[in-house]
């Protein structure tokens, strides 16, 4: 059983062989693998354990149990970015909309060549990422599960002769409630909390919900443990601090906490890149309003995606907001929302993904807090603008009547005439509603202490048996989204360890 702190008081551990911090994408893979080859696994999981019983449509309910400040972080800079973390048992995985792509292959050639290593060559990571995949169930989103509005953007694009592909998700028998971002109110995702985790039970791991790793205590070159406290995630309350004795340590805390850890634990003095490549794959989106009602809510999250434009760094797709995230989300206030939210049943929501090219960075509060800052490109900012308008035009074609933009001073199109306007526009990053769920490279992965975080094996440089295995370690973005990549960087390395202390016991 995950132990969940909530009004109980289960036994804390305070020894383990295994210690893995956090039980997303990438810790709950590295708690799985480890726990299977033999190891005594001890999760430590800041946020709570919400199993699927307890997943509701209700935002007000589910943002301030399953997201990090109730999914209200944002970047500072031009244009602030408002991004979202997941923070409960199973991470970001519990809230994404799990579409899963396999590492583009041209990124994972550029990795393999600056890492030196053939491992991360397409073919080489190829059985890794098919082991995830079968694990996870991932399929093409059924014909049937394609809502209305996708429908239109489809044909649309097939008018224009776009390239579009399938989305790929991690679904088993999915109902099409549309309520992923709010967690999978039927257990058909197959997030980690109801894949990994429990195999890494099953498998003897320990895992425990409400409890916030503060740092790693160093022992010279070697972690002698992690400090934490037992934390309630919705009222801040926490307990005193508490020492496990560890092993090795496996870092899986995310693009913002895992180095926010390494900070608090005077790593970062000796490692000059903690935080420094904060990659994001910021995002957009514009809201059609069709004559007809579309009912977006009926159906999959997303079910394809445009890559035409994959070569310029950019991906569009149909995506669904639930109505009170969307409400949030609009660039408008009062009655305008009220006028906009009314019709929410002619309401479909198409998004635009770049892939970055430039990083933002973290900072860190005395205390270890991350602040992130980050200055869009104007190339970037150009390509938005690229972005935006094509989605318009589709949304135009599929015989939308307006569209809102997500673009301050310039919020509505009505007619193409209104896209050409936009087209002579000379636009400003910070005019641009941007957002962003992709967080990366914070950690990255390299073959110097001077310019990375971990070596190739996710080892953090100059410590003995400290790990990284999330999103963090990523050496770049990756243009698709980042949970299978992830998936399969942890699994590797979950192998390669348990390779390695084979061998070393052998050998001792
Ligand atoms: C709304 C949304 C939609 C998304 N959609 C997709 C999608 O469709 N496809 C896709 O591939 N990706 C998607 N993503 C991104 C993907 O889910 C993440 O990139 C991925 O889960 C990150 O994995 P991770 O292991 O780095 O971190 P996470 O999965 O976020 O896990 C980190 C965990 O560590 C815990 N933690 C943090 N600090 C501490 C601490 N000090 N002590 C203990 N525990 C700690 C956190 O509470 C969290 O549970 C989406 C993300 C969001 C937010």
Request: hydrophobic fraction near 40%; include cysteine; glycine fraction near 10%.
């Amino acid at each position: 059983m995950i132990r969940n702190l909530r009004g109980s008081n289960p036994d804390l551990p305070d020894r383990c062989q295994v210690c893995v911090i956090g039980s997303g994408a990438g810790g709950a893979v590295v708690a799985a693998e480890l726990a299977e080859a033999g190891f005594d696994v001890v999760v430590l999981e800041e946020g709570g354990y919400y199993p699927t019983s307890e997943l509701s449509h209700d935002p007000l309910r589910m943002l301030p149990r399953l997201y990090r400040n109730a999914g209200g972080d944002s970047t500072l800079g031009r244009a602030p970015i408002m991004y979202t973390e997941g923070r409960c048992v199973g991470g970001s995985t519990v809230i994404n909309a799990g579409v899963c792509y396999r590492t583009p292959s041209d990124v994972l050639h550029r990795w393999a060549m600056g890492l030196g290593t053939l491992d991360f060559m397409p073919e080489n990571l190829a059985p890794i990422f098919e082991q995830v995949e079968k694990h996870l169930h991932v399929s093409p989103v059924p014909q049937e599960l394609y809502s209305k509005d996708a429908k239109y953007m489809l044909e649309a694009a097939q008018g224009k002769n776009y390239h579009s592909v399938p989305v790929l998700r991690n679904i088993h028998a999915c109902q099409g409630t549309n309520l992923c971002i709010l967690g999978c109110p039927t257990g058909a995702k197959q997030s980690t909390l109801v894949t990994y985790l429990p195999r890494a039970q099953k498998a003897g791991a320990r895992i425990f919900a409400n409890c916030r790793v503060q740092k790693i205590e160093l022992d010279g070159d070697r972690a002698a443990g992690v400090e934490y406290h037992e934390l309630d995630p919705l009222t801040g309350q926490r307990g005193p601090l508490r020492f496990l004795q560890a092993d090795w340590v496996f870092v899986a805390a995310g693009g913002t906490q895992s180095p926010s850890i390494l900070f608090r634990s005077g790593i970062a003095r000796k490692l000059r890149f903690v935080g420094k490549t904060l990659f994001l794959h910021p995002n957009t989106k514009c809201v059609g309003i069709f004559p007809d009602e579309v009912n977006a809510w009926q159906g999959s999250v997303q079910s394809f995606q445009i890559d035409e434009f994959a070569e310029e760094g950019l991906t569009l797709g149909a995506t669904f907001l639930p109505p009170g995230i969307l409400a949030l989300a609009l660039p408008f206030y009062g009655r305008e929302v009220d006028r906009i939210m009314e019709q929410y049943n002619h309401l479909s929501v198409w998004g635009v993904l770049v892939e970055d090219s430039h990083p933002g960075r973290l900072r860190f509060s005395p205390k270890g807090l991350p602040m992130a800052t980050y200055k869009l490109t104007r190339d970037d900012t150009e390509r938005f603008k690229f972005g935006i308008l094509k989605l318009a035009g589709l949304f135009f074609e599929a015989g939308a009547r307006e569209v809102l933009l997500p673009i301050r001073g310039m919020e509505y199109a009505r007619s193409r005439d209104d896209l050409r306007q936009l087209e002579r526009y000379r636009l400003k990053a910070e005019q641009l509603s941007l957002f962003s769920v992709h967080l990366m490279g914070t950690c990255r992965m390299g073959l110097y202490p001077q310019t990375s975080v971990v070596d190739v094996h996710h080892r953090v440089h100059g410590l003995r048996n400290v790990f990284i295995t999330d999103a963090s370690v990523f050496p770049g973005p990756i243009r698709v989204n980042p949970m299978l990549t992830i998936m399969a960087m942890a699994t590797r390395a979950a192998h390669n360890f348990v390779e390695y202390q084979r061998r070393f016991s052998q050998a001792a």
